[in-house]
Nanobody, 123 residues
Framework: VQLQASGGGLVQAGGSLRLSCANS????????LGWFRQGPGKEREFVSS????????IYANSVKGRFTISRDNAKNTVYLQMNSLRPEDTAVYYC?????????????????WGQGTLVTVSS
């Protein structure tokens, strides 16, 4: 499984970015997908997850109301729309394939991880 995240970059506070993560193999259509992030000097933390049917999204409290996760199973791609970005959102963002079809915030609930994409939010 190869997961490739893209869409990161430098943005001013209040701006938006849309991250994408494509799976090179059709192995995730029955699995939940998720996004995590790791800021400078911080542990990797959960951001959002979506079930295999595209429903039941869950979000970390810190991004709720600002970020939206979605997926396109036909394209084997998961997206993270990030609005109203804040400097504290600065991190490397990682996509991941869950072990089950159910959305989860548990890091151990994921089996495949993509290479991250850097998001930098300037104040």
């Amino acid at each position: 499984v190869q997961l490739q995240a893209s869409g990161g970059g430098l943005v001013q506070a209040g701006g938006s970015l849309r991250l994408s993560c494509a799976n090179s193999r059709r192995t995730s259509s029955n699995n939940a997908l998720g996004w995590f992030r790791q800021g400078p000097g911080k542990e990797r933390e959960f951001v959002s997850s979506i079930s295999f049917r595209g429903g039941d999204p869950i979000y970390a409290n810190s991004v709720k109301g600002r970020f939206t996760i979605s997926r396109d199973n036909a394209k084997n791609t998961v997206y993270l729309q990030m609005n109203s970005l804040r400097p504290e959102d600065t991190a490397v963002y990682y996509c991941a394939v869950a072990r089950s079809s159910v959305s989860t915030s548990r890091r151990e609930g994921y089996q495949y991880w993509g290479q991250g994409t850097l998001v930098t939010v300037s104040s």
